[in-house]
């Protein structure tokens, strides 16, 4: 009898300890394409969704940010731009094809000085306690294996009054948007995925994470669980997206 | 929830917004040092009708927008958009910030100062041209632009200043201002001498009393 705990990977029900590496296996395969598999995915919306993340952020000059699961560097490059040369942003992602594609672009546009890139695990950040005046986590939360464990991680390396945002895929809040979004989640972003990155059994992994992942109102009580106050979450185009902030006592 | 427009609508017109100021500010190369002096600064506009609050943050790579804002803000405005239209096109800022509907609290230097960024643009409009044409194409149709702007702005003064005449001078539909300050003066000459006037009686009426009694 195989007495292993285990979890999802989309619909399927995997051993914990081989998640991590199904996921890496996933972005491995689509980091080459991610921004522009993204933009066609959203119709270039995840911009404004990670800008709406950004304005809640609170982040300002000489602030110190950590961008946990920063693939391409969207958020990280306009924090380095808000937080200034005495400020510092830390670009964090546990998958080194998607860094690396990172580090590259936002070497490209002339960020350095102010920004760090560091290969991490969200569930064991290797920082200390009380660093980070902000951490953000942006369409990565779903793909971590123990949500919890992460969501603990996070507060223990944020400074107290820090604030945790979560930009994450959620439940759309009208039914006939949620039989749109479906249709398009499992029949057009497959489709999608196997022409843009000859890929689309990730894409099937996408839609299905999404569904398995939980909606705002858990998401909400598994961070207060975790130990952060003031907790709220906004829907983005009807609830297709939520952000969720919370706050370190 | 704390909102209750879908965030994603106002984010995208506020990202609009910037984008077409920015773009504006970078064709305008000497509105940056202005903007790099107001670097620390956050401005509050509260608009009441239609509701809708923004933050300004000036800096030297232009101005970004937000809807939202934690933290000390330098100068906050509250009125309503005509208002902040009027003030944003004013010649005297001053002026109408004293006198318009606009509540203001905080610093107000600053929110001058960039009051005069905005109102004093001068748009180059040569390099954008110059890098989608070519150097010859762009620069001539530059020039061109450049006459026509010269010429339609001494055009609208000259139609003013004749407008102006001719309602005033041939028309008579409207006194002359020299006209109208000189009948003011007189009324005001008018009403102190019958101030005056008045005076003396009450004077003659009490002395009057005074030789009866």
């Given amino acids: 009898m195989n007495d292993k705990e285990t979890t999802h990977f989309g619909y399927k029900e995997v051993e914990k300890d081989a998640k991590a590496d199904m996921v890496a296996d996933v972005f491995h395969s689509v980091a080459a394409r991610y921004d522009l598999m993204n933009d066609l995915m959203s119709g270039g919306i995840h911009r404004i969704w990670k800008r709406f993340t950004i304005e809640l952020s609170g982040v300002r000059k000489k602030n110190a940010v950590l961008d946990i699961a920063g693939g391409t560097g969207d958020l990280a490059a306009r924090f380095a731009q808000i937080v200034g040369p005495e400020g ?25 000085g102010n920004i760090e890139f560091v290969q991490a695990d969200a569930q064991f950040l ?9 951490v953000t986590i942006a369409f990565g939360l779903r793909n971590v294996t123990d949500i919890n464990l992460a969501l603990r991680s996070m507060l223990r390396v944020l400074k107290p009054g820090g604030r945790l945002l979560v930009l994450e895929f959620s439940k759309p809040q009208n039914s006939l948007l949620s039989k749109a979004y479906d249709a398009y989640s499992f029949r057009v972003l497959p489709v999608m995925g196997r022409l843009v990155t000859n890929d689309s059994e990730s894409y099937q992994y996408l839609a299905e994470s999404i569904r398995k992942h939980p909606d705002q109102g858990t998401l909400k009580g598994m961070m207060e669980d975790a130990g952060f106050c003031q907790c709220e979450y906004h829907n983005m185009t009807g609830g297709v997206v939520a952000l969720h902030r919370g706050i370190k006592a | 929830m704390t909102t209750t427009i879908d965030p994603t609508l106002h984010t995208a017109a506020l990202a609009a917004l910037e984008a077409g100021l920015n773009r504006t500010l970078d064709l305008s190369p000497q509105s940056k040092p202005g903007l790099t002096r107001l670097e620390d600064c956050v401005f509050a506009l509260h608009c009441t009708a239609p509701t809708l609050d923004i933050y300004l943050h000036p800096g030297a790579q232009g101005i970004r927008l937000a809807s939202t804002h934690h933290g000390p ?55 954008p041209l110059v890098s989608t ?14 006459r026509t702007f ?43 001498r019958v101030d005056r006037l008045q005076s003396r009686a009450e004077r003659l009426q009490q002395r009057l009393r005074k030789t009866r009694s």
């Fill in chain 1, 88 to 112: 510092r942003v830390v670009l964090a992602d546990i998958n080194d094809s998607m860094l690396q594609v990172g580090r590259d672009k936002l070497l490209d546009q002339g960020r350095q």
């Fill in chain 1, 126 to 134: 290797p920082f200390p306690d009380d660093s980070f005046d902000c």
């Fill in chain 2, 73 to 127: 803000v330098t100068t906050s405005i509250k009125g309503e958009a005509s208002d902040f239209t009027e003030l944003a096109t004013s010649r005297d800022p001053t002026a109408t910030l004293i006198n318009g509907g606009l509540e203001l609290d905080g610093d107000s230097a600053p929110l001058i100062a960039l009051q005069q960024v905005l109102a004093t643009l001068d748009i180059d409009w040569e390099a």
């Fill in chain 2, 133 to 146: 044409l070519g150097d010859v194409a762009g620069h001539q149709l530059a020039q061109t632009l450049r």
């Fill in chain 2, 150 to 192: 010269s010429w339609g702005k001494q055009a609208s003064a000259g139609l003013t200043r004749q407008l102006e005449e001719f309602v005033h001078e041939e028309a008579r539909v409207s006194p002359p201002q020299l006209e109208v300050e000189d009948f003011y003066r007189d009324l005001h000459e008018l009403e102190l």
